[in-house]
């Protein structure tokens, strides 16, 4: 069964780091396309950044660009989401999800997704 299973959200102070990570259980991680989205309360799911399976191309949101790194670890077959110069509008319940061939920041592309990691900003 197909599985994703992120971690490393928390609370942060605003300019903080902080690191998520998304295990794939049961399947190849390396021969999918993976992205993260994030929902804040009361607002729709928003692509943060994605990452191509073939050619390594990487895509983010404006407002991540510069402060987000999305990477992977084929031999531990996890995508991660590096988050730097944290910012209060950064919270929310953050996911990754996985396709075989869709690709983009649409949160329709995706058929698998994980439970999500709240991430919060705040002094």
């Known amino acids: 069964q197909l599985q994703l299973v992120e971690s490393g959200g928390g609370l942060v102070q605003p300019g903080g780091s902080l690191r998520l990570s998304c295990a794939a259980l049961?399947?190849?991680?390396?021969?999918?396309?993976a992205a993260w989205f994030r929902q804040a309360p009361g607002k729709e799911r928003e692509g943060v950044s994605c990452?191509?399976?073939?050619?390594?191309?990487?895509d983010y949101a404006d407002s991540v660009q510069g402060r987000f790194m999305i990477s992977r670890d084929n031999a531990k077959n996890t995508v991660y989401l590096q988050m730097n110069s944290l910012k209060p509008e950064d919270t929310g319940v953050y996911y990754c999800?996985?396709?075989?061939?869709?690709?983009?920041?649409?949160?329709?592309?995706?058929?698998?997704w994980g439970q999500g990691t709240q991430v919060t900003v705040s002094s």
């Open positions: 049961g399947f190849r991680l390396d021969l999918y396309n």
């Open positions: 990452s191509h399976s073939v050619d390594g191309d990487a």
């Open positions: 999800a996985v396709a075989p061939l869709g690709y983009g920041l649409n949160p329709e592309a995706y058929h698998y």
